[in-house]
């Protein structure tokens, strides 16, 4: 039996997540046994706690330790707007922009026929249903710009068009960008979405 066997276990599954290979795992593991007091144990408290109470808000889809999360509870946050978004992570990325003071809804994914992934394996008629029960105005289309991303948009805008405003975010040259820098269709996507200045 190995002296490094639960180390190594650690190791492989730290070497699963997102943006974390073998070796930066094993500069992981190793740099929070060396600091055990300070990070490992604080960690792994915190990793049961998360394991044993996370859970999905059964109204978005965010993620929270509640069956309905905060966002959703938050009397000042029911402006009608509503921004669907693909998972979590976008929902996340707004809130931390702070230009959205609306409510959400975590698609779950994208429509992908290659990956037979329909609306029924999404939350698209949970959507439909809370634009009608919540008395929603505008959803806003906050998907990727990709092939699946548009096709979800698509297909969702057909399913409430009539029934409320839709809009989707702009897109085009970022921030900082520099035009030598972009591929062509984020150009095009800017040229056709200019404005007076």
Known sequence: ???????????????KLPGLGPRSARRAVLHLIRKRAL?????????????????????????????????????KRAT????????VADLWAMER???FRGRYHVLGGTLSALDAIGPEQLRIPRLIDRVTSEGITEVILAL???????????????????????????QGV?????????DDGTIMAAMSARKDI
């Open 1 to 15: 039996m190995s002296s490094t066997r639960d180390i190594d276990n650690l190791i492989e599954l730290m070497a």
């Open 39 to 75: 990070l490992l144990t604080p960690l792994a408290d915190s990793l049961q706690v998360v394991a044993e109470t996370a859970r999905e808000c059964l109204n978005c889809g965010n993620v929270g330790t509640t069956d309905i999360c905060d966002i959703c509870t938050a009397e």
């Open 80 to 87: 009608g707007e509503l921004c669907v978004v693909e998972d």
């Open 97 to 99: 922009s702070g230009v």
């Open 144 to 170: 990727n710009a990709t092939v699946d991303g548009q096709t979800t948009a698509h297909y969702i805008a057909d399913q409430l068009d009539g029934q409320v405003r839709l809009t989707s975010l702009a």
């Open 174 to 182: 970022p921030i900082g960008g520099e035009l030598d820098y972009l």
